[in-house]
């Protein structure tokens, strides 16, 4: 297994990510995950729509929730766009979230079982088993338009990219 060291941190600790570094003109690989009430998600379940990954270490963090309420907002605008918020988060701590903070336009995903995600897109942080926090988007054809690894992961991504690269697909 491929494996990346130092490129990423969490509160100045450098941490490994596992798996190949995902680029903007890859083919998105399939992966599967599962939704609150542990049914496997596939991202080919959301073929020909653009699509938005924000990736968090824990929905349990001011910061991961920040992130997560973002995109919820965001999406009242995006038709025809699924967002997609994967974690290592066990579904029940996920469904709990979303219940409690009326995040429902958002599907939030957990990686916990696998890390299927997390190892064909290189999000997974060896030393924590936890995602490293950042965004995939991908177009209609399934091809990589846009891709954050953030670099600290007490830090936000960078929405305005995203999303420019998400409308830049839309429109």
Not at 60 to 66: H, I, L, N, Y
Not at 101 to 113: A, P, Y
Request: charged letters at 25%.
């Amino acid at each position: 297994m491929e494996e990346r060291k130092g490129i990423v941190t969490m509160q100045g600790g450098a941490l490994t990510l596992c798996g190949p570094e995902i680029k903007v003109g890859d083919v998105a690989p399939d992966f599967t995950v599962l939704d609150a009430s542990l049914k496997p998600v596939k991202l080919s379940d959301f073929k020909g729509k653009v699509k938005v990954i924000s990736t968090i270490p824990s929905i349990d963090t001011g910061v991961c929730a920040m992130q997560t309420r973002r995109f919820n907002q965001e999406a009242a605008a995006l038709d025809g766009v699924a967002i997609l918020t994967i974690s290592c988060d066990l579904p029940f701590a996920l469904g709990r979230f979303c219940g409690a903070e009326g995040i429902d336009k958002v599907l939030t995903l957990s990686d916990h079982k696998e890390t299927d995600f997390g190892l064909k897109y290189g999000f997974l942080i060896k030393e924590l088993r936890l995602l490293n926090r950042g965004i995939v988007v991908i177009d209609r054809d399934d091809k990589v338009v846009h891709v954050e690894y953030v670099k600290e992961n007490t830090e936000l991504p960078d929405f305005d990219a995203a999303l420019a690269a998400v409308r830049g697909k839309i429109s």
